[in-house]
């Protein structure tokens, strides 16, 4: 089991930064792959980031593409969400997913763990 805790939402103007973090605790999270969605209001929830066990295999939703990075350290069980140039369409509820196994996956059903979710607000 692992357990998912996120933190380090907030609200920002449009074109600012902000940093998700996103602690793990419970099994040797170092073999998990890890991911980001977000769900924002009335919508479905969506995939942004996927890393591999090591961080050094990552991939992004086209809509984040170039603004947003996943990365990871293991040594402290934490996987980080740093996003860049925030837009107010990126307001939404930001959830950290585990999957029990490595590589990167883009859908929901290949998680297995999740956190409760931190909302981040960008205004105009």
């Known amino acids: 089991q692992v357990r998912l805790v996120e933190f380090g939402g907030g609200l920002v103007q449009a074109g600012g930064s902000l940093r998700l973090s996103c602690a793990a605790s419970g099994r040797t999270f170092d073999s998990h792959a890890a991911g980001w969605f977000r769900q924002a209001p009335g919508k479905e929830r969506e995939f942004v980031a996927t890393?591999?066990?090591?961080?050094?295999?990552?991939d992004y939703a086209d809509s984040v593409k170039g603004r947003f990075t996943i990365s990871r350290d293991n040594s402290k069980n934490l996987v980080y969400l740093q996003m860049d140039s925030l837009k107010t369409e990126d307001t939404a509820v930001y959830y950290c997913?585990?999957?029990?196994?490595?590589?990167?996956?883009?859908?929901?059903?290949?998680?297995?763990?999740w956190g409760q979710g931190t909302q981040v607000t960008v205004s105009s």
């Open positions: 997913a585990a999957a029990a196994t490595s590589g990167i996956y883009y859908t929901r059903g290949s998680y297995d763990y």
């Open positions: 890393c591999d066990w090591s961080g050094t295999v990552t």
